[in-house]
Antibody, heavy 123, light 109 residues
C-alpha cells in the first residue's frame, strides 16, 4: 500500500524554523516527483514546493521562495522541507503529495497525499 | 499568475446530479485535475487529466473541460459525497506552477 507519513510540525514563533519530514512507503520513491501543499485553517489548498525524483529541479511558490528549502534522501525514502523565517501566514496543515507520473521531470497531478502535519506560527 | 474560479458552494438533493465548475482563461487548453476533501481528511484525487478516474473512484464521478470552464459532474449524489472539491492545473507560464481553485463545498440536502 502506498503511504506518506508527515512529521515535524509544531508551534514556533515568528522568525523561527522547523523541518518537516515525509516518509514514503509502498512505491519506488526515487521514480516519483514529490510536492508539499498547505492549507491554512478554514482555507483552500496552496501549492508550496516541488522536487523531481532525482532531486533536481526544485520549484517554490512565490510566498515561500528564499525561506523554504525542499530536499529528499532517496536512500531513506524521505522528503524534507526546511522552513526558515516563519511568518504567521505560514500557519497551516502541510501535506506531502506524490506525483502521478512515473519517471517524469515534472508531475502535473498529485495522486497520493499524506495526512498532514500542522504548523502554527504564533507570537 | 493564473487564476481558477470555483463557486463557494453547491447544494443538491440525494440522487440528483451535482455540477461543480472551475473557470479559467482558456482552461480548455490545459489539463484539469479534481480533488475531494472531507472534513479533517487529506485530499483525494477523483479526476485527472480532465476526465480520467483513478481506480476506486465510482463511475458516478466524471469530468469535462472546454473553453473557459472545466466541470466536475457527480451523478446520483449520495450523502457520502458531501465534501470540499478543488480543481487544479499546472501552468508553466505562472510563477506558481501548480494552481488550485478556491474550492467548492458540496452540500447534500
Amino acid at each position: 500500500e502506498v503511504q506518506l507519513l508527515e512529521s515535524g510540525g509544531g508551534l514556533v514563533q515568528p522568525g523561527g524554523s522547523l523541518r518537516l519530514s515525509c516518509a514514503a512507503s509502498g512505491f519506488t520513491f526515487n521514480n516519483y516527483a514529490m510536492s508539499w501543499v498547505r492549507q491554512a485553517p478554514g482555507k483552500g489548498l496552496e501549492w508550496v514546493s516541488f522536487i523531481s525524483g532525482s532531486g533536481r529541479p526544485t520549484y517554490y511558490a512565490d510566498s515561500v521562495k528564499g525561506r523554504f528549502t525542499l530536499s529528499r534522501d532517496n536512500s531513506k525514502k524521505t522528503l524534507y522541507l526546511q522552513m526558515n523565517s516563519l511568518r504567521a501566514e505560514d500557519t497551516a496543515v502541510y501535506y506531502c503529495a506524490k506525483g502521478w507520473e512515473e519517471m517524469a521531470t515534472i508531475s502535473r497531478v498529485f495522486d497520493i497525499w499524506g495526512q498532514g502535519t500542522m504548523v502554527t506560527v504564533f507570537s | 499568475s493564473y487564476v481558477l474560479t470555483q463557486p463557494p458552494s453547491v447544494s443538491v438533493a440525494p440522487g440528483e446530479t451535482a455540477r461543480i465548475t472551475c473557470g479559467g482563461n482558456n482552461i480548455g487548453s490545459k489539463s484539469v485535475h479534481w480533488y475531494q476533501q472531507k472534513p479533517g481528511q487529506a485530499p483525494v484525487l477523483v479526476i485527472y487529466y480532465d476526465s480520467d478516474r483513478p481506480s476506486g473512484i465510482p463511475e458516478r464521478f466524471s469530468g469535462s473541460n472546454s473553453g473557459n470552464t472545466a466541470t466536475l459532474t457527480i451523478s446520483r449524489v449520495e450523502a457520502g459525497d458531501e465534501a470540499g472539491y478543488y480543481c487544479q492545473v499546472w501552468e508553466d507560464r505562472s510563477s506558481d506552477l501548480w494552481v488550485f481553485g478556491g474550492g467548492t463545498k458540496l452540500t447534500v440536502l
